[in-house]
Nanobody, 129 residues
Framework: QSQPRESGGGLVQPGGSLSLSCATS????????VGWFRQAPGKEREGVAC????????VYADSVKGRFTISRDNAKNTVYLQMNSLGPGDTAVYYC??????????????????????WGQGTQVTVSS
Protein backbone atom coordinates (compact mmCIF):
# COMPACT_ATOMS: atom_id res chain seq x y z
CA GLN A 1 0.00 0.00 0.00
CA SER A 2 1.50 3.31 -1.07
CA GLN A 3 1.80 6.13 1.45
CA PRO A 4 -1.33 8.24 1.67
CA ARG A 5 -1.20 11.98 1.20
CA GLU A 6 -3.43 14.51 2.96
CA SER A 7 -4.54 17.87 1.64
CA GLY A 8 -7.02 20.60 2.48
CA GLY A 9 -5.77 21.93 5.79
CA GLY A 10 -5.51 25.59 6.61
CA LEU A 11 -6.63 28.43 8.84
CA VAL A 12 -10.32 28.83 9.55
CA GLN A 13 -12.34 30.95 11.93
CA PRO A 14 -14.34 29.38 14.76
CA GLY A 15 -17.60 28.06 13.44
CA GLY A 16 -16.16 27.57 9.99
CA SER A 17 -15.67 24.47 7.85
CA LEU A 18 -12.86 22.65 6.10
CA SER A 19 -12.70 19.56 3.96
CA LEU A 20 -9.67 17.29 4.07
CA SER A 21 -8.74 14.73 1.44
CA CYS A 22 -6.64 11.59 1.63
CA ALA A 23 -5.39 9.90 -1.51
CA THR A 24 -2.75 7.43 -2.58
CA SER A 25 -0.84 7.13 -5.82
CA UNK A 26 -2.01 3.58 -6.31
CA UNK A 27 -5.54 2.54 -7.13
CA UNK A 28 -6.21 0.03 -4.40
CA UNK A 29 -7.15 2.37 -1.55
CA UNK A 30 -10.70 1.21 -2.19
CA UNK A 31 -9.85 -2.17 -0.63
CA UNK A 32 -8.83 -0.74 2.74
CA UNK A 33 -10.40 0.93 5.72
CA VAL A 34 -9.04 4.42 6.32
CA GLY A 35 -8.81 6.38 9.53
CA TRP A 36 -8.38 10.06 10.25
CA PHE A 37 -6.33 10.92 13.32
CA ARG A 38 -5.17 14.20 14.79
CA GLN A 39 -2.51 15.41 17.16
CA ALA A 40 -2.60 18.76 18.90
CA PRO A 41 0.52 20.33 20.45
CA GLY A 42 1.32 18.67 23.74
CA LYS A 43 -1.38 16.05 23.36
CA GLU A 44 -1.45 12.44 22.30
CA ARG A 45 -2.65 11.48 18.89
CA GLU A 46 -6.35 10.62 18.83
CA GLY A 47 -8.58 8.88 16.37
CA VAL A 48 -11.20 11.12 14.82
CA ALA A 49 -13.10 9.01 12.29
CA CYS A 50 -12.75 5.90 10.18
CA UNK A 51 -14.54 4.26 7.29
CA UNK A 52 -14.64 0.72 5.95
CA UNK A 53 -13.64 -0.08 2.36
CA UNK A 54 -17.15 0.00 0.97
CA UNK A 55 -18.11 3.01 3.03
CA UNK A 56 -20.87 1.08 4.79
CA UNK A 57 -19.53 1.56 8.29
CA UNK A 58 -18.19 4.75 9.82
CA VAL A 59 -17.00 5.42 13.35
CA TYR A 60 -16.54 8.81 15.01
CA ALA A 61 -14.94 10.07 18.16
CA ASP A 62 -17.47 11.55 20.56
CA SER A 63 -15.74 14.91 20.28
CA VAL A 64 -16.59 15.23 16.58
CA LYS A 65 -19.91 13.43 16.25
CA GLY A 66 -22.47 15.55 14.48
CA ARG A 67 -19.79 17.93 13.21
CA PHE A 68 -17.44 15.80 11.10
CA THR A 69 -18.34 13.47 8.26
CA ILE A 70 -16.03 10.89 6.74
CA SER A 71 -16.76 9.64 3.24
CA ARG A 72 -14.98 8.09 0.31
CA ASP A 73 -15.08 8.08 -3.45
CA ASN A 74 -13.48 4.82 -4.48
CA ALA A 75 -13.60 5.79 -8.14
CA LYS A 76 -11.26 8.65 -7.24
CA ASN A 77 -9.28 6.60 -4.72
CA THR A 78 -9.91 9.31 -2.14
CA VAL A 79 -11.26 9.54 1.40
CA TYR A 80 -12.65 12.82 2.71
CA LEU A 81 -13.19 14.39 6.10
CA GLN A 82 -15.74 17.20 6.10
CA MET A 83 -15.35 19.28 9.23
CA ASN A 84 -18.07 21.71 10.26
CA SER A 85 -18.61 23.94 13.30
CA LEU A 86 -14.89 23.98 13.97
CA GLY A 87 -13.60 25.27 17.26
CA PRO A 88 -10.16 26.03 18.69
CA GLY A 89 -10.12 22.54 20.21
CA ASP A 90 -10.00 21.10 16.70
CA THR A 91 -6.64 22.73 16.01
CA ALA A 92 -4.19 19.93 15.26
CA VAL A 93 -2.20 18.17 12.59
CA TYR A 94 -4.57 15.77 10.87
CA TYR A 95 -3.32 12.47 9.49
CA CYS A 96 -4.95 9.81 7.41
CA UNK A 97 -3.87 6.21 7.81
CA UNK A 98 -4.60 3.05 5.88
CA UNK A 99 -5.58 -0.25 7.48
CA UNK A 100 -3.18 -3.14 7.07
CA UNK A 101 -5.93 -5.67 6.25
CA UNK A 102 -7.79 -5.49 2.94
CA UNK A 103 -11.56 -5.75 2.76
CA UNK A 104 -12.06 -5.34 6.49
CA UNK A 105 -15.67 -5.22 7.65
CA UNK A 106 -14.87 -2.94 10.54
CA UNK A 107 -12.63 -0.02 11.34
CA UNK A 108 -11.21 1.39 14.54
CA UNK A 109 -10.03 4.69 15.95
CA UNK A 110 -7.20 2.98 17.79
CA UNK A 111 -3.91 2.00 16.21
CA UNK A 112 -3.53 -1.15 18.30
CA UNK A 113 -0.85 -3.59 17.21
CA UNK A 114 -0.04 -1.52 14.15
CA UNK A 115 -3.53 -1.73 12.72
CA UNK A 116 -2.67 1.29 10.58
CA UNK A 117 0.86 0.85 9.24
CA UNK A 118 0.70 3.43 6.45
CA TRP A 119 0.47 7.10 7.41
CA GLY A 120 0.52 10.38 5.58
CA GLN A 121 2.69 13.30 6.60
CA GLY A 122 -0.25 15.25 7.96
CA THR A 123 -1.96 18.54 7.23
CA GLN A 124 -2.27 21.41 9.67
CA VAL A 125 -5.71 22.64 10.69
CA THR A 126 -5.78 25.83 12.71
CA VAL A 127 -9.00 27.27 14.09
CA SER A 128 -8.53 30.82 15.23
CA SER A 129 -10.09 34.24 14.94
Amino acid sequence: QSQPRESGGGLVQPGGSLSLSCATSGNNLRRYAVGWFRQAPGKEREGVACITPGGITTVYADSVKGRFTISRDNAKNTVYLQMNSLGPGDTAVYYCAVDRTPVASTCTLVNDNGRYPSWGQGTQVTVSS
